[in-house]
T-cell receptor, first 110, second 115 residues
Framework: GQNIDQPTEMTATEGAIVQINCTYQ??????LFWYQQHAGEAPTFLSY????GLEEKGRFSSFLSRSKGYSYLLLKELQMKDSASYLC???????????FGTGTRLQVFP | GEEVAQTPKHLVRGEGQKAKLYCAPI?????VFWYQQVLKNEFKFLIS????????ETGMPKERFSAKCLPNSPCSLEIQATKLEDSAVYFC?????????????FGSGTRLTVV
């Protein structure tokens, strides 16, 4: 079967660090994507992992462990504008589809 | 263009009416995907195209939903006889290719409200 799990909601304080976890079970695996979605807007691409390890991109980093079916998105030096939903999505190699988790709604407080 | 253009942004239909949504993918992108996003962020895959050809339609409720991607025209998603449960944001995305390394670029969505 196909299943992607993320926490539903998280809160954090401006300037802090937050880690959003994602676990997945898919028939095949061809990469994991993280998207950011502000309310009422389109998802925008944040990061992509296909090999194990950490990918760093400015304040955002993403980690993947294929053997554990696990990824996380790390956001550093949080800003108010980081308040958004963060979507974990896996490209299933058996279907070529992006399968989305339900997203994690992050609220950043001053 | 460099963005996926979806029209209209908002659409209101009475139950039983037809709704038609449009999507112009990024030039050079061969794949188009339609997703339905209902409450709580759940993205449901509907259908994908490789150029004009249906690539995967396993998510389509075939009784009332249909979609096309014709040459030199925006792709379209049509819902005949809309129901209240069709109220959602419909996102179109395009991709240069599929497989390892290729993600999607999303349009800004069409919010369909069925009343």
């Amino acid at each position: 079967g196909q299943n992607i799990d993320q926490p539903t909601e998280m809160t954090a304080t401006e300037g802090a660090i937050v880690q959003i976890n994602c676990t997945y079970q898919t028939s095949g695996f061809n990469g994991l994507f993280w998207y950011q979605q502000h309310a009422g807007e389109a998802p925008t691409f944040l990061s992509y992992n296909v090999l194990d390890g950490l990918e760093e991109k400015g304040r955002f980093s993403s980690f993947l462990s294929r053997s554990k079916g696990y990824s996380y998105l790390l956001l550093k030096e949080l800003q108010m504008k980081d308040s958004a939903s963060y979507l974990c999505a896996v490209r299933d190699s058996s279907t070529d589809k992006l399968i989305f988790g339900t997203g994690t709604r992050l609220q950043v407080f001053p | 263009g460099e963005e996926v253009a979806q029209t209209p942004k908002h659409l209101v239909r009475g139950e039983g009416q037809k709704a038609k949504l449009y999507c112009a993918p990024i030039k050079g992108h061969s794949y188009v995907f339609w997703y339905q996003q209902v409450l709580k962020n759940e993205f449901k895959f509907l259908i994908s195209f490789q150029n004009e050809n249906v690539f995967d339609e396993t998510g389509m409720p075939k009784e009332r939903f249909s979609a096309k991607c014709l040459p030199n025209s925006p792709c379209s998603l049509e819902i005949q006889a809309t129901k209240l449960e069709d109220s959602a944001v419909y996102f179109c995305a395009s991709s240069q290719s599929i497989g390892r390394g290729y993600g999607y670029t999303f349009g800004s969505g069409t919010r369909l409200t069925v009343v």
